[in-house]
């Protein structure tokens, strides 16, 4: 099984910056995409930043140029650095990891992280 510790997040005014880390435990064959998702109050979850195993990072267009997702393989973690936040960034941030173990391909999700901006 695979667990998804998340840390980080919290307050911070409009355009201060937060990071957020989610590190990877227990047992698999092998770790493929990981990344961050976040759902706004009364919004549906969408993908912010992923980054895949051979470290390839993918961003919504919304953080682009804004957030770094970066990936420690020998950890197991994934580390999201949200710059200049807006008030738009603020909701509930979720870890999620792709993975394979023994011959079944799954999904693991982390039990979210509130991140608020204030004006």
């Known amino acids: 099984q695979v667990q998804l510790v998340e840390s980080g997040g919290g307050s911070v005014e409009s355009g201060g910056s937060l990071s957020l880390s989610c590190a990877a435990r227990g047992t698999w064959t092998s770790l493929s995409e990981m990344g961050w998702y976040r759902q706004a109050p009364g919004k549906s979850r969408e993908p912010v930043a992923r980054i895949s195993s051979d470290l390839v990072s993918m961003y919504s267009d919304s953080v682009k140029d804004r957030f770094i997702i970066s990936r420690d393989n020998a950890k197991n973690t994934i580390i999201l650095q949200m710059n200049s936040l807006k008030v738009g960034d603020a909701g509930v941030y979720t870890c999620?990891?792709?993975?394979?173990?023994?011959?079944?391909?799954?999904?693991?999700w982390g039990r979210g992280i509130q991140v608020n901006v204030s004006a």
């Open positions: 999620k990891a792709d993975h394979v173990i023994t011959y079944s391909e799954g999904a693991t």
